[in-house]
């Protein structure tokens, strides 16, 4: 039997089952194993981790790890992405997270969601169309297809926004109504007179901008 020293930084200890020590982790292994599996195996999805030092050594999550390795692991910083990545801030969410969908498409943001997608399709359509999955499921977020994932720590759909904004630094990104809150697509600016038989006597007496879901 092998062990390995395993410390997590900022805010990873979250997702451990026991409370670690400020020694760390000992993880007790055998044979060949990645580093990404025994982070995984303590409960850690790869998707929240940015960097791995296995004794003062970036190494990448393809490392075998040895007897005695001492590994340090870091998350990402809010506001952080992957720095080699040039992709359109885009989301997909879990079932279980209706609320916080209607939420990022009221701000403007790219949010696809259904309550019927089983766990394969979520995963799939992640990685097709490089979406980032949003979801309390950790399990989730450890299947090798995903790329790009932020688990949850609120169970409270106002929190959870704060999070996902904060986390990805949204704040540039928010464009008020610009999106159906029902199906995701871009709402259509439309005339006052195109519209004029769905209003309201007090809406078309006030209001003159009006926008509409294509579909």
């Known amino acids: 039997m092998m062990q390995a020293t395993f410390v997590f930084q900022n805010g990873l200890e979250f997702f451990l089952a026991a409370q670690p020590t400020t020694q760390g982790v000992v993880c007790f292994f055998q044979g ?49 992405f992957l720095s080699d990545q040039d992709l359109p801030i885009c989301f997909i969410l879990d079932n279980h997270l209706g609320q916080l969908a209607v939420y990022l498409r009221m701000l403007g943001v790219d949010a696809e969601y259904r309550n019927d997608y089983e766990d394969e399709e979520l995963a799939a359509i992640a990685a097709r169309e490089n979406r980032i999955l949003l979801t309390r499921d950790r399990r989730l977020l450890m299947r090798s297809i995903i790329e790009y994932g932020y688990c949850l720590r609120s169970k409270i759909p106002r929190e959870q926004l704060r999070e996902v904004v904060t986390r990805y630094n ?33 809406t ?12």
């Open 170 to 202: 949204l704040y540039s990104e928010i464009v008020p109504f610009s999106r159906c809150m029902h199906c995701n697509g871009s709402l259509e600016e439309v005339r006052k007179e195109q519209v004029l038989g769905r209003l309201q006597p007090l």
């Open 204 to 215: 078309k007496r006030y209001y003159f901008e009006f926008r509409r879901c294509p579909d």
């Open 32 to 80: 060949r194993q990645s580093i990404k599996h025994l982070v995984e195996s303590l409960g850690v999805p790869h998707v929240e981790v940015k960097r791995i030092e296995v004794n003062q050594r970036q190494v990448s999550f393809k490392y075998l790890v040895q007897d005695g390795d001492f590994v340090q692991v870091y998350p990402f910083k809010p506001g952080e």
